[in-house]
């Protein structure tokens, strides 16, 4: 189905869920449903993904290169499980995710990770701590940071 389909945008759609699309390679997502959140997985070439206003995230993207939340207002955590399996991550873009409190200590073993960005004012100031001294070492990758 739809074998010529690389870039896919999908908003405010409750019921959908994704299945049998191998070539989308860069998806976007707004206003989801956990539905379609959890079908998101099934997308074994997904190389980039945008999530806006949701409040679940996928849990199993190895292919996955760019990885971006904004608006995420209920995110509080990037749960382990979705980053400990993102061995190809390149970028990590946080913006406008007001309730982000803390990113997993398993970010540190993003060896692919080269960028990753906090936009956001309040959410660049309560990671800031995350991001201070020894941790900011530890995730010794990370080319950019703003």
Same mark, same amino acid.
């Given at each position: 189905? *739809?074998?010529?389909?690389?870039?896919?945008?999908?908003?405010?759609?409750?019921? #959908?869920?994704?299945?049998?699309?191998?070539? $989308?390679?860069?998806?976007?997502? /707004?206003?989801?449903?956990?539905? +379609?959140?959890? &079908?998101? /997985?099934?997308?074994?070439?997904?190389? /980039?993904?945008?999530?806006?206003?949701?409040?679940? #995230?996928?849990?199993?993207?190895?292919?996955?290169?760019?990885? $971006?939340?904004?608006?995420?207002?209920?995110?509080?955590?990037?749960?382990?499980?979705? #980053?400990?399996?993102?061995? /190809? +991550? !390149?970028?990590?873009?946080?913006?406008?995710?007001?309730? +982000?409190?803390? =990113?997993?200590?398993?970010?540190?073993?993003?060896?692919?990770?080269? $960028?990753?960005?906090?936009? &956001?004012?309040?959410?660049?100031?309560?990671? !800031?701590?995350?991001?201070?001294?020894? !941790? =900011? *070492?530890?995730?010794?990758?990370? !080319?950019?940071?703003?």
């Amino acid at each position: 189905m *739809f074998p010529h389909l690389h870039d896919l945008y999908i908003s405010s759609c409750p019921k #959908l869920t994704l299945s049998c699309l191998p070539s $989308v390679e860069e998806l976007e997502i /707004s206003c989801c449903e956990e539905e +379609l959140v959890e &079908s998101i /997985s099934s997308l074994c070439g997904l190389k /980039s993904l945008r999530i806006y206003r949701c409040s679940k #995230l996928p849990t199993q993207l190895p292919a996955l290169e760019k990885l $971006v939340f904004f608006y995420c207002d209920e995110l509080e955590c990037i749960p382990e499980q979705v #980053l400990e399996a993102l061995n /190809s +991550l !390149r970028t990590l873009e946080i913006d406008m995710c007001i309730a +982000l409190m803390c =990113l997993p200590e398993v970010i540190q073993h993003l060896t692919s990770l080269e $960028v990753s960005t906090v936009l &956001s004012t309040w959410t660049a100031f309560r990671l !800031r701590p995350w991001f201070a001294g020894e !941790r =900011l *070492f530890a995730v010794g990758s990370i !080319r950019y940071l703003y």
